[in-house]
């Protein structure tokens, strides 16, 4: 088919807001653009950080998409809107809501309307540590078959499964009247398309692999007997999700009159399968085999894609998952990440606000990280090896080897210390994290022979971009895509309808290509320096994670 006139439309729900792009499907160019903020998120609604809590209304995201589609096709040539033929979404994960047996979240239901319980968990809410634990507890027990074996070997708080165990032992209205737990990028498509039966829901191969331990090995989810195992409340919760899953470059079929009309698409347009926005970001960003490929926001989300032949029977221990097909078809899909990266620097910027606050001071902050990144970067080798040591476990660590209850620790201090000290081993830490996954990576026998930066880190910081290069010692080039998590959302959209023939096709005709790469930095005595203090950080992790 001509994709000469034809359109598409990349949809990314993510933790604060939804973007949406309205794309050529013949050569990627992106005619418009919007975003939209989550109204009851943005006023803090529903959140209670202190007991790690984060829900969102299912209305912040019907909502906050229309509006955003509404907005990006504003003033559109009529002929170019007709032409419109295929969307696709990509959103957080693990981001499950408890829904009825119809797949409606029960926060839509009249006596949930304002429950947190009934509402998503977003992938932050680390509520369900105890439940996660539990898991990993009676995996170990197992003496045959294994099911944490691909994503890991443990299970994490803020996955599905836990959240949904969380909720089912609070016996509150909202676990009684909970039939199932359904994915964010799995209950979007189901919406747009009219679904009105749970069990009809085609659920995506990337966010049940990478978090609901399904495995093609097992012939679907973890049997009935592993759940029983973990908790007798979880019995029969597995027969009510289907074995079936589905690649994203798939579709889940036309979009409702109901939606059509809401969003002022054409009655044709085909949905796509879901998938987790970090991954179809990787292909927005033109992922390569054996490059990593990090999305770098408030958390990174680290993936890597290898030839299945390649990899064979290798696992990796202590990353998110390994998964045929959750990126590119015919791959394995592999996931890693941490859980706090900008929203480190942003911890120090929030510090110094309060402190401002507290004085009665009025001062512009905005500028704050921009300056700090300015005056880390005149730093001399001398001078950097004078600062802090930090680690980077603000939020929990989630790779390698998931511990959502460690905390961060910034040690060697003095009184010569100032803001650009703390600020400069804030980063050198987040670098640090990074450089311990590429480790567990090459360690396992995966190569990782490059990196691609994503995300808004990667084209507004270039000290950041820069540190992690001469940390991790290997180039970082940038993906001139500004928005990869939309772009690749608009690429599967263009591949599911039938556009192009395969993903890796549509991947070459509608990627933006590359900035100039950042080079680690050559010179000894900071190759040497970097090296020192990444070893004093491993004892510094060592030490906090056995005595706090």
Not at 43 to 56: E, N, W
Not at 297 to 322: F, H, Y
Not at 378 to 400: C, E, H, V, Y
Not at 445 to 451: D, E
Request: proline share 5%; aromatic share 10%; hydrophobic share 40%.
């Amino acid at each position: 088919m001509n994709q000469r006139e034809k359109y598409c439309l990349g949809i990314d729900f993510g933790t604060d807001s939804v973007r949406c792009l309205l794309v050529s499907a013949s050569d990627g160019r992106v005619l418009r653009e919007a975003a939209r903020d989550y109204p009851r998120w943005k006023s803090g609604l529903y959140c209670d950080p202190a007991a790690r809590v984060f829900r969102q209304h299912p209305l912040d995201y019907m909502e906050s998409l229309t509006e955003v589609v509404q907005q990006t096709l504003e003033g559109i040539d009529p002929e170019i809107r007709k032409n419109i033929g295929a969307l696709s979404m990509a959103t957080t994960g693990s981001t499950p809501v408890p829904v009825d047996r119809t797949g409606m979240p029960l926060a839509l239901q009249e006596g949930f309307k304002e429950e947190p319980d009934a509402m998503f968990y977003l992938w932050k809410d680390h509520s369900a540590i105890d439940e996660a634990a539990d898991i990993n507890r009676y995996n170990r027990t197992l003496t045959g078959q294994k099911y944490l074996d691909f994503v890991g070997g443990d299970y994490s708080s803020e996955w599905f499964w836990s959240k949904w165990l969380h909720l089912l032992r609070k016996r509150s209205p909202a676990a009684e009247a909970c039939y199932c737990f359904v994915e964010h990028s799995d209950w979007m498509p189901f919406l747009l398309t009219g679904g009105s039966d749970v069990h009809d829901m085609k659920r995506n191969v990337c966010a049940a692999g990478h978090k609901g331990l399904w495995s093609a090995i097992w012939q679907g989810y973890p049997p009935d007997s592993f759940w029983v195992g973990v908790d007798p409340l979880l019995k029969g919760a597995q027969g009510r999700l289907s074995s079936a899953r589905y690649l994203s470059t798939e579709t889940a079929g036309q979009i409702s009159p109901a939606w059509a009309r809401r969003l002022g698409l054409p009655e044709d347009v085909w949905i796509g399968i879901g998938a987790l926005d970090a991954h179809m970001g990787a292909v927005g960003g033109q992922i390569e085999p054996y490059y990593l490929s990090k999305v770098m926001g408030t958390s990174t989300c680290d993936m890597l894609v290898a030839p299945e032949a390649d990899v064979k029977d290798v696992l990796i221990d202590g990353i998110c998952g390994q998964v045929p097909g959750s990126i590119i078809p015919g791959m394995i899909g592999m996931e890693a990440g941490q859980s706090a990266f900008g929203d480190v620097y942003g911890w120090l910027k929030t510090f110094v606000e309060k402190s401002l606050l507290l004085l009665d001071v009025t001062a512009d902050t905005t500028k704050l990280l921009s300056l700090l990144c300015e005056k880390a970067g005149r730093l001399t080798a001398t001078q950097w090896a004078q600062l802090p040591l930090s680690t980077d476990w603000f939020n929990g660590r989630r790779s390698p080897d998931v511990q959502p209850l460690l905390k961060a620790a910034i040690t060697e201090l003095d009184l010569s210390q100032d803001p650009v000290a703390v600020f400069a081993s804030l980063v050198e830490a987040t670098c640090f994290g990074s450089r311990a996954i590429v480790e567990r990576f090459t360690d396992r026998g995966i190569p990782v022979k490059g990196i691609i930066g994503l995300g808004g880190i990667a084209h507004k910081s270039p000290f950041v971009m820069q540190t992690m290069a001469s940390v991790l010692g290997r180039p970082i080039k940038t993906n001139r895509a500004t928005e990869c998590c939309a772009l690749g959302a608009a690429m599967y959209a263009a591949t599911q309808v039938g556009w192009y023939p395969e993903l890796k096709t549509a991947m070459a005709a509608m990627g933006q290509g590359f900035l100039a790469p950042y080079l680690p930095d050559s010179r000894p005595e900071w190759k040497d320096l970097f090296e020192e203090r990444y070893q004093r950080y491993q004892t510094l992790g060592r030490f906090t994670e056995a005595n706090t």
